[in-house]
């Protein structure tokens, strides 16, 4: 599916030829011009929910932010992902939890996986870590959605049980073994009402991860 996702994508650009998501002229997803422009904050803490500090960069409200993430993860744009990398790879400053960190990605449904045939998330992660000196482990997954959607009908009591993520093989294997790390650094794209990343905390206390960060690219309620 996503294979037949990027045909397409190839096919849409020849009858409708890609233009700047700024200032909208034909060429390059970002022109020279605006790439120039586009003003990435520095990492900053944005929030602190229930003891997890959430490190974000810029607002969603940005226009160039919003259509740079929106066309890579809802149209498959790589291009626009290599954008972010970019801007990953050549931000100096950080904070010292960055360093040598262990970078864990929130999981898409098996479903979006296979539509888009990646995961932003995953990809911030491993540039973060290339950037930082860190590591990447994937530790949860998220029910499919019909699963997910079973799950609440049966039990609409329990919050534990209605969570769509999940401690994956990976993770159970390390847990068994004695080899969870202590601390941990969540990466999404967007945070918006905190759900997500709340969610998956919940998981990784569960198993035994006794500090956890956040890092998103960008932060808004209107993802």
Same mark, same amino acid.
């Given at each position: ?154 039990? $609409?009591?329990? !919050?534990?049980? %209605?969570? +769509?993520?999940? #401690?994956? =093989? @990976?993770?159970? $294997?390390?847990? !068994?073994?004695? %080899?969870? +790390?202590?601390? #941990?650094? =969540? @990466? ?36």
């Amino acid at each position: 599916m996503g294979g037949l996702a990027r045909l397409f994508g190839v096919f849409w650009d020849a009858l409708f030829p890609r233009a700047c998501v700024v200032c909208e002229r034909e060429g390059d997803i970002i022109c020279v011009s605006c790439a120039q422009n586009v003003k990435i904050p520095a990492w900053h803490l944005h929030t602190e929910r229930e003891g997890v500090r959430v490190f974000s960069r810029a607002s969603y409200k940005e226009r160039a932010v919003q259509r740079l993430l929106h066309a890579w993860k809802y149209k498959g744009d790589s291009s626009a992902g290599e954008w972010w990398q970019k801007w990953i790879s050549e931000t100096a400053a950080a904070p010292a939890v960055f360093h040598d960190a262990i970078f864990v990605p929130v999981p898409l449904a098996r479903e979006a996986f296979a539509e888009r045939g990646f995961n932003q998330a995953e990809l911030l992660a491993r540039a973060l870590a290339a950037k930082h000196g860190g590591s990447v482990k994937l530790l949860l997954e998220r029910l499919p959605r019909k699963a997910q959607a079973k799950t609440e009908k049966e039990d $609409r009591g329990n !919050a534990r049980t %209605q969570n +769509p993520y999940h #401690v994956n =093989l @990976v993770g159970r $294997r390390m847990q !068994a073994a004695g %080899q969870l +790390p202590k601390e #941990v650094i =969540l @990466v999404d794209d967007v945070y918006t009402t905190g759900s997500t990343i709340m969610a998956c905390a919940d998981m990784l206390k569960e198993m035994g991860v006794e500090k956890i960060f956040a890092i998103t690219l960008a932060y808004g309620n209107d993802a």
